[in-house]
């Protein structure tokens, strides 16, 4: 049998592959734990400058108990190192459900693998350096003569980390259309038909994942996402019709005679 033949896999080999491909995806991101508990107090500084350039004059980041900058490094070494292995965990995705593929979607690893670690780092970007002001901005209107800001780091810390890991994962929209659509679990059109209950979703998303309750900061996360969205349809839509016309191709091509 051909190696691009689908063969069935048992069952304790299935979840035999799936254990080695977790210990690999856990590997990863332990190594680049280590990369980045060197460089956590830089990370550090990069993190908390959108909101101390908000602060008053003479304000900074405070800590109210001894252990929490250590236990702040390790976090951000830990999280760092989880964003740095994103791109391996997803090829590692990609080859756990690539023998369930047709063999022209297979060659497809490289641009997927792509497009996906883009949108995850530019969902992390627009959250930098569009949802973090907007949101810091908000928070700090509150100040007043007798009401000033003292900023814990380690609740500052896990906020930006849930909210870049938010709007990274609310990016990946398309590429998680494309694994459903290529594991036949949804289509294009049922996709589209489907549009309205998503626009719901989306904002339901966003005031989850958003932690200011006004509609500007949950609409920043919304729209992206529905916009990505309509991309993922489109992307699936394409792959499907590749497959449909190579499967009549394939249909096509005369049979060898035997000899």
Known sequence: ????????????????ELRTRLIRCSLAVVVGFCVCLGFSDRIFHVMARPIVKLLPNGSSLVYTNLPDPFFMYLKIAFVGGAFLAFTYV????????????????????????????FLFYAGMAFCYFLVFPATFQFFLSFETASLKPMIAIREYVSLIMVLMLGFGVA?????????????????????????????????????????????????????PMILLYELGIRILSFVEKRRHRLENE?????????V
């Open 1 to 16: 049998m051909e190696d691009d033949d689908f063969k069935p896999i048992p069952i304790y080999a299935y979840l035999e």
């Open 90 to 117: 997803l090829y590692e995705v990609w080859t756990f459900i690539r023998p369930r593929l047709h063999p022209s979607e297979r060659r497809l690893a490289a641009p997927i693998l792509g497009l996906a670690t």
């Open 171 to 223: 990016f990946e929209t398309p590429i998680i259309l494309l694994f459903l659509g290529l594991l036949g679990i949804v289509d294009s059109a049922l996709l589209r038909k489907g549009r309205r209950y998503f626009l719901v979703i989306a904002f339901a998303v966003a005031a989850v994942l958003t932690p200011t309750p006004d509609p500007f900061n949950q609409t920043l996360m919304a729209v």
């Open 250 to 258: 394939e249909h096509l091509q005369p049979s060898n005679p035997a």
